[in-house]
Nanobody, 124 residues
């Protein structure tokens, strides 16, 4: 049974930092591209960042470029999202997702497995 478990969310002031983790089990982690998406109240789930199977390629949404960094540790079956210079508009539930079929996509429907999400709240 595939499980993706996010952690590291919380409440932080604007300008602060958080590091999210997503621990994977029940799959061969190193063959999956991994991504982070987020969903704010009343809005659709949106792409944040993606990393390919070996960590050699990353891509970010314009809204987080230069502030967020995605990384992975295949030995620990874990993907990370380092979030710096947080803004109130970054407030959302953050989800990790796994895609076996491609090098990494910004499209939600490309991802086969999803975590339950972790709440990030940025106060002004």
């Amino acid at each position: 049974q595939v499980q993706l478990v996010e952690s590291g969310g919380g409440l932080v002031q604007a300008g602060g930092s958080l590091r999210l983790s997503c621990a994977a089990s029940g799959l061969t982690f190193s063959v999956y591209a991994m991504a982070w998406f987020r969903q704010a109240p009343g809005k659709e789930r949106e792409f944040v960042a993606v990393i390919d199977r070996i960590g050699g390629y990353t891509y970010y949404a314009d809204s987080v470029k230069g502030r967020f960094t995605i990384s992975r540790d295949n030995a620990k079956n874990t993907v990370y999202l380092q979030m710096n210079s947080l803004k109130p508009e970054d407030t959302a539930v953050y989800y990790c997702a796994a895609d076996r079929t491609g090098p990494g996509s910004t499209r939600r429907d490309e991802y086969e497995h999803w975590g339950q999400g972790t709440q990030v709240t940025v106060s002004s």
